[in-house]
């Protein structure tokens, strides 16, 4: 039992009812998981509003209700407590209720269009191989201390978060690196979060469908970074046209980082091969089995916050130099006829375009490009025609296809697409509705040292169609096609 005096340090308080003197069992902002003295947060969600469902709460055995809204009828014996937003309320009771684990983590978090989860991924990756026990929260999986915890959501919730952060602290864990979602930073989905570090990728066309408006995504973006206190450290992408903008208005330290600009992390791309980079980071050569700019941004978005962190330079160089790739990041293998295929997770028209532009820097030009790509069911529908663009224009051949049509109609989305390719590029493009099938065309009109780039699936072990999740790895059928078509 906690005492809610304690659970609500910091929290702003409009007007009590109630005593607040009582102890408390847990904290819930589902009504169905609520149980005897447990306090009852009503937020108002997307879809939801927890306000509706307070008296179900009290039926349950919640004794404290938090809400923006007192109801119209109050039960005796209950306390309730107004605060101006809910979502933020919850969190500070949420990190109170664990004794505010972020306090006794050095935690980074990682925002941006493209890259969260490949740099949070390396930064684990880098240090645990340094000798650090630390926690990733990614979109691919959650790991505390080397155990795997299945994720389901980008930012899970901040009841999760915070206990989640308290195992860390608790298996001895010293860092901590998550991805920040726009929809986690819109809905105070990391309120009462203390980051050590801030990073910032990019940011392009994607989450329309949610945020309405590119301005609107931006200032969710910018929200994490106004929020960093002055002793943190926030690091910003120097070559995104909007990587100083994130840094406008926030009172933490900043640094930035660059490929093409001075900035206080500079790199060079020196040399590029399908097998892997050879990197320069402020004037420290080292060599990379990653590949495209797009990761030699990433590695040095990990170099710049590793260094202020406190790690040796020359030690971080090291251990980047023997991490290997991302599951369905730029994945790349060959096939026993000498077919390169790569399969990545690229599903905004700014990250195909930066993985189609990594492939044409390395390729000779005798083989053919062939390109496999859908776009998501339920999603933005205005990056469709965009994609079918810039894949109708930067390949040989294009294969458009479903990726995870979910309750829509796949012959609709393939609709969507078609309208973006330009008439001179009709000839190069098919429609195969089956992605199993569209990988095996692919395959099929591939010749030894041709490229096959599956995108927009990248590490998803599944495909959605009318709701139903069935098994589908685009590294394993492309893999066991190849075998059968002896390709």
């Not at 589902?30 to 008296?55: C, E, L, M, P, Q």
């Not at 776009?375 to 663009?389: H, L, N, Q, V, Y």
């Amino acid at each position: 039992m906690r005492n809610l005096v304690d659970l609500l340090y910091k929290v702003s308080i409009s007007e009590t009812i109630g005593s607040t003197k009582v102890e408390v069992n847990n904290i819930q902002f589902d009504s169905r998981k609520v149980s005897k003295d447990d306090v009852f947060v009503a937020v108002n969600g997307v879809t939801v509003d927890g306000h509706h469902y307070i008296d179900k709460a009290i039926s349950l055995g919640s004794k404290v209700v938090i809400c923006e809204v007192f109801p119209e009828s109050l039960v005796e014996g209950v306390t309730y407590i107004k605060v101006e937003n809910s979502t933020i309320a919850l969190g500070i009771l949420a990190s109170n209720f664990y004794d505010n684990p972020t306090k006794d983590l050095k935690l980074v978090g990682i925002t941006g269009t493209n890259g969260k989860t490949t740099t949070t991924t390396l930064l684990y990756e880098l240090f645990t191989k340094l000798g650090y026990a630390c926690a990733l929260i990614s979109t691919i999986k959650i790991v505390i201390d080397g155990e795997v915890i299945p994720s389901t959501h980008t930012t899970p919730d901040i009841l999760t978060l915070n206990k989640m952060f308290r195992e860390a602290v608790n298996k001895g864990c010293e860092f901590a690196f998550m991805e920040v979602s726009s929809h986690g930073i819109h809905q105070n989905r990391i309120a009462g979060l203390h980051f050590e570090v801030g990073g910032f990728t990019n940011i392009t066309h994607d989450h329309l469908d949610y945020h309405k408006t590119f301005a609107n995504y931006l200032a969710a973006k910018k929200k994490f970074f106004d929020d960093l206190p002055k002793t943190s450290t926030a690091i910003s992408n120097a070559d995104d046209k909007n990587g100083k903008v994130m840094l406008q208005n926030t009172v933490a330290a900043k640094k930035m980082y660059a490929l093409k600009t001075d900035a206080d992390f500079k790199g060079k791309i020196i040399e590029h091969q399908f097998d892997g980079m050879q990197l320069e980071f402020n004037g420290k050569e080292f060599w990379t089995s990653l590949i495209g700019q797009f990761n030699a941004y990433n590695l040095l978005l990990v170099f710049g916050v590793a260094s202020i962190l406190g790690q040796d330079e020359l030690e971080v160089l090291k251990a980047l130099s023997i991490l290997g790739n991302v599951d369905g990041r730029f994945q790349t293998f060959k096939t026993q006829a000498g077919i390169i295929v790569i399969v990545d997770y690229a599903h905004t028209p700014d990250a195909l375009e930066n993985v189609l532009d990594t492939i044409e820097g390395i390729r000779t030009k005798n083989e053919k490009l062939v390109t496999v790509v859908g776009c998501g069911g339920d999603r933005d529908k205005t990056k469709r025609p965009e994609m079918a663009d810039i894949a109708s224009g930067k390949s040989n051949l294009v294969i458009f296809t479903s990726d995870n049509p979910r309750t829509e109609d796949p012959e609709e989305i393939l609709r969507d697409m078609e309208v973006g390719v330009k008439p001179q590029f009709y000839n190069r493009t098919l429609k195969i509705t089956d992605r199993k099938e569209a990988i095996k065309t692919a395959l099929k009109m591939a010749e030894p040292k041709d490229i096959i780039l599956i995108a927009g699936k990248g590490h998803e072990t599944y495909q959605e169609i009318n709701g139903v999740r069935t098994h589908f790895s685009d590294v394993e059928v492309a893999s066991e096609l190849s075998k059968i078509l002896n390709k």
